[in-house]
């Protein structure tokens, strides 16, 4: 069974750093792309970016909100895919849903994490 | 960049159809995705490319794409099928991002 575990959220001051963690299991981790989305509060879906598989370079790519503010990298070792976020803004505060894509990122998310609350506030 | 447009809400009574559209330009060149969301829980894929459904998911959802709009259709509506419904595609332009619709807020009767 596929399964994706977010870990990490927590309440974090603007302008400061936080990584996010998902550790997956039930498949071949190295095999597919990591995406990363988020949900402000009463809000819609906002893709943050992704990582594809190493058979596609492992490269990355971000929404313009987050680039170069926001990494995401991965540990096919570990089956753990991170979402390291810098120069936090309060418009950031959402839920973090890490999901698998497809080897070249860019398919579909047909299996998502619960999710974890990131919240950015003085 | 690419802009989905869906309207915010739809309303449908048991056992009818609803639709839900997803309009962009030329979307139907695109391959579109839809989710369905319940409060305080995690999107669920209902249909990809288009027209496809992942397993487990019923027979009453079905989806199409031509020209400026993206439909899907829920068959038979039942009270558990209230959720919220995004459309998303794949910006392959310029930008290489995946773009969401707004959602629409799907009530049941």
Known sequence: EVQLV???GGLVKPG???RLSCTASGF?????????FRQAP???LEWVGFIRSKAYGGTTEYAASVKGRFTISRDDSKSIAYLQMNSLKTEDTAVYYCTRDCSGGSCYSNYW????LVTVSS | SYVLTQPPSVSVAPGKTARITCGGNNIGSKSVHWYQQKPGQAPVLVIYYDSDRPSGIPE??????SGNTATLTISRVEAGDEADYYCQV??????HAWVFGGGTK???L
Do not use: I, P
């Open chain 1, 16 to 18: 400061r750093s936080l």
């Open chain 2, 90 to 95: 794949w910006d392959s332009s310029s930008d």
């Open chain 1, 113 to 116: 994490g619960q999710g974890t």
């Open chain 1, 6 to 8: 977010e870990s990490g």
């Open chain 1, 42 to 44: 009463g809000k819609g």
């Open chain 2, 60 to 65: 009453r959802f079905s989806g199409s794409n």
């Open chain 2, 106 to 108: 799907l009530t049941v």
């Open chain 1, 28 to 36: 071949t981790f190295g095999d597919y792309a990591m995406s990363w």
